[in-house]
Structure formats: C-alpha cells, structure tokens
C-alpha cells in the first residue's frame, strides 16, 4: 500500500459521507502498485483513450445501423443478431 493511502482516505472520508460509509461498508480497500507512478499514470490514460475510442466506433455501427435514429422504439424493433454486429 502507498504510504499516503490512509491519509487519502481518511480525507475523502471527511469530505464525502457517501464514501466514508461505503469505506465503512466494503472494508480495507486493495491497491496495487506497478511501482513507477508515471508508467501507471500513462497505461491508466491510454486505457481510458482505447475506452473512448471503442466506444465511439460501437455508437457509430449502432447509429448507422438504426439510421441515426436511436430511440428506445428502434433499438426494441432491432433484431438481437444485428444489435450484436454492432458492438
């Protein structure tokens, strides 16, 4: 564990009542550490860019597919296998 991790809690807990019951709730948390905080810093950040980028291409497919008209109406009208193609 970092040796800021108690401090960061205990100043989240402060500040957010939601989250010092679910500290409470859920228990002592696990983190892990790659040990270099700039390389987990940047594979977190392209993670999220590789995210974003899936996503875009699955709501393009899914658009295009339903005729830039998504709507609960035609999403339900869709068939299963062609929601499927679209990501």
Do not use: N
């Not at 005729?67 to 929601?83: I, S």
């Amino acid at each position: 564990m970092p040796e800021y991790w108690a401090q960061a809690c205990a100043a989240l807990a402060r500040r957010d009542a939601v989250l010092k019951r679910m500290m409470r709730v859920q228990g002592d948390a696990r983190l892990s550490s790659r040990g270099d905080a700039f390389g987990t810093l940047a594979r977190s950040i392209v993670g999220q860019q590789i995210s974003v980028k899936a996503a875009e291409s699955v709501w393009a497919r899914l658009a295009t597919g339903l005729g830039h008209k998504v709507r609960p109406q035609t999403v339900l009208a869709c068939d299963v296998d062609a929601l499927r193609q679209f990501g």
